[in-house]
């Protein structure tokens, strides 16, 4: 194979950076290969250092809903940064997105913003500790919650096990204080409450989780969930980073009915840059300082720029019908990915909730990590590759998700399906000859 700028790129890369990259999954370890550098972006589209464009579906992990460079995006971000790019005080770009997310999700009575969805999660399950003087926290096996060290759990070998480590550096004491359920077992999660139920803080849930392909609520788990928090005086924590604004302007809470009392952002709130918020019932989110005792703080929390671009999103998002347009795009893949899969006879589950997709080569129905688990892994590496030399952009593995956008065309999806079913024609008659 000759080499390309990418494989240039990235070889200088790996002299800078563990992996040649500054988050694990973007080094293509799990589809195999060298990753491409991405040089541009502009609605749908992305090109690599080699001039290639592909229609992108991994949409940076989820911010970019109205699509790459928007035209609302890029002007808010250049008026802001010419006013000036921090402050480091109390700016007036704070009050409008946290309006404009007060209004959507009006469970966020109180919010702060943050970086990442992983310093909201973290701060929300620190504040979780402090209102209920109690130390446990429940996460779901499957689910992610940024990269904090109470949250990179595994389940301990029992149902009822305290947690344990799921990277070196997490102390094992730490790890105890977090106790892993799997998702959409509600069975287990009473016992859990029935045995501990006086010792728990929160439990904490992507409430469509979406870190291990997708893999949506079964009936009556969330409801369980809020019944189960509520009556043990436990606090129930929504990770909505990836569905708040997603889902629609009210996130998984809306659509699902059921009120969390703290919810974690990011990803769509920064319009693809840095930024996270967690919020809440008033009276909790009244404990942290200044007003309260719970310490929590960030240097370029609130940033003009990143609050601009994220207000700018969520106002293209409000636009009458958004929604429904973008719900119309992703049924319109979803169907024509379907009748690819049926024409192929690799054994595949697809799954989507509104514009998140995420496919299991897998001959049984999945509802949770055991299940997601079982998938064929190789075969979504080898479809990934298939789609890439398409021209199609998807996550670089097989436990991520796919994220259409506003910018998304009726004819970028048919060309997607077209790839697709190219794709998994070829894939189908190598694996009936091996
Ligand atoms: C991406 C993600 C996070 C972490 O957000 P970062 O900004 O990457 O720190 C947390 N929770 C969920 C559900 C996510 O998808």
């Known amino acids: 194979m000759t080499s390309t700028h990418s494989d240039a790129l990235f070889q200088a890369a790996l002299t800078l950076f563990p992996g040649g990259v500054n988050s694990p999954v973007r080094a293509f370890a799990a589809v195999g290969g060298t990753p491409r550098f991405l040089t541009r972006g502009e609605g749908s589209r992305v090109w690599d250092a080699d001039g290639r464009e592909y229609i992108d579906y991994l949409g940076s992990w989820g911010p970019l809903i109205a699509g790459h460079a928007h035209p609302a995006i890029v002007t808010a971000v250049t008026r802001a940064a010419a006013r000036g790019t921090s402050f480091g005080a109390p700016n007036s770009y704070e009050l409008e997105l946290g309006r404009l997310i007060k209004q959507a999700m009006p469970s966020m009575e109180l919010m702060r913003f943050v970086n990442s969805g992983t310093e909201a999660a973290m701060s929300a399950v620190r504040l979780a500790r402090a209102v209920t003087k109690r130390d446990l926290a429940i996460k779901f096996a499957g689910c992610y919650h940024g990269h904090a060290d109470g949250m990179l759990v595994n389940a301990g070998s029992g149902p009822l096990t305290l947690g344990c480590p799921s990277s070196p550096g997490v102390p094992a004491a730490v790890a105890a204080q977090t106790m892993v359920v799997d998702y959409n077992d509600t069975d287990a999660l009473r016992a859990v409450f029935a045995q501990r139920g006086d010792q728990i803080a929160c439990a904490i849930v992507e409430p469509v989780a979406a870190n291990m392909g997708l893999v949506p609520p079964q009936s009556g788990f969330l409801s369980e969930l809020r019944a189960l928090t509520r009556s043990h ?40 840059l840095p930024v996270g918020a967690f919020g809440g019932r008033a009276e909790i989110m009244e404990r942290l300082a200044p007003l309260g005792d719970v310490y929590q703080a960030g240097t370029l929390s609130g940033n003009p720029v990143a609050m601009a671009a994220g207000a700018a999103q969520i106002r293209v998002l409000c636009e009458p019908g958004a929604y429904e347009r973008l719900e119309r795009t992703s049924e319109a893949l979803e169907a024509g990915l379907r009748a690819a899969f049926k024409e192929c006879d690799i054994p595949a589950q697809l799954h989507r909730i509104g514009s998140i997709f995420g496919f299991f080569f897998n001959a049984e129905a999945v509802r949770d990590l055991e299940g997601v688990r079982r998938s064929d892994a190789k075969m979504y590496a080898r479809f990934f590759h298939a789609m890439l030399e398409r021209g199609v952009y998807l996550a670089p593995s097989a436990f991520e998700v796919g994220f259409v956008s506003l910018a998304h065309s009726p004819s970028d999806i048919q060309n997607t399906v077209a790839a697709a079913a190219d794709a998994l024609a070829t894939l189908g008659q190598r694996s009936r000859r091996s």
Do not use: H, M, N, W
């Open 233 to 272: 005086g436990a606090l129930l924590i929504f990770d909505e980073v990836i569905t708040g604004f997603r889902l629609g302007l009210g996130g998984a809470q809306a659509r699902y009915q059921v009120s969390p009392d703290l919810t974690c952002l990011g990803k769509i709130i920064g319009g693809g």
